[in-house]
């Protein structure tokens, strides 16, 4: 069964160092999606992606963050300079026209 | 705006006996309904999705929920519980017929399964 999938399952950086989150999403699927899940809470919407361009973005998807699909296969959440509050479970999504979606197994972002 | 609030933060349950898991939701359009369930250390896998039709839905693992829309509801049950059951459940939404909208979650049920 085709899946979605991340790397890394876990990164540690440093406050103000750039990391890029990666993902596969499956490969007939046309919309992306980045949530975030900070410890204890809920799961919060940052981003959508189809065509390659940003279709929605939440508040919490500022300057700081941006999306890209590079090639035919990845696609990508860039924090260009992390907080410690970026430190969260990043999970990735993708879906057809049908609109469910698929969810990877997720990045565990720590700043410290 | 579209908003899911699961009333229950924690559930403890019995190994074999029933759960319900609540959520209601608001929107001012219609909606597609789902459920995840996140396993500890674990990813989001959808247990179930109410996109139309019947409003009875059933999913994975045994699960099931109804969709009421007079009341906007997308309860999920199971009728016997297991150990491996325990997790979080997540109720989530996103507009009808719109492909590439983002889910709304709810705040979440940790389901704790004693033995």
Redesign the interface.
């Known amino acids: 069964e085709p899946e979605v999938t991340q790397t890394p399952s876990h990164q540690v950086t440093q406050m103000g160092q750039e990391v890029i989150l990666r993902c596969v999403p499956i490969s007939n699927h046309l919309y992306f999606y980045w949530y975030r899940q900070i410890l204890g809470q809920k799961v919060e919407f940052l981003v959508s992606f189809y065509n390659n361009e940003i279709s929605e973005k939440s508040e919490i998807f500022d300057d700081q963050f941006s999306v890209e699909r590079p090639d035919g296969s990845n696609f990508t959440l860039k924090i260009r300079s992390t907080k410690l509050e970026d430190s969260a479970m990043y999970f990735c999504a993708s879906s057809d026209s049908l609109g469910e979606q698929y969810f990877g197994p997720g990045t565990r972002l720590t700043v410290t | 705006a579209q908003s899911v609030t699961q009333l229950d933060s924690q559930v403890p349950v019995f190994e074999e006996a029933p759960v319900e898991l609540r959520c209601n939701y608001s929107s001012s359009v219609s909606v597609?309904l789902?459920w995840?369930v996140q396993y500890p250390n674990?990813?989001?896998?959808?247990l179930l999705?109410y996109?139309s039709g019947s409003t009875l839905v059933k999913g994975i693992n045994g699960f099931e929920a109804e969709f009421n829309k007079s009341q906007t509801s997308f309860h999920l049950r199971k009728p016997s519980v297991h150990i491996s059951d325990t997790a979080e459940y997540?109720c989530?939404v996103?507009d009808f017929g719109?492909?590439?909208?983002?889910?709304?979650?709810?705040?979440?049920t940790r389901v704790l399964v004693k033995p």
């Open positions: 597609y789902f995840y674990q990813g989001l896998q959808l999705k996109l997540f989530a996103s719109a492909a590439g909208n983002k889910l709304t979650f709810g705040g979440g």
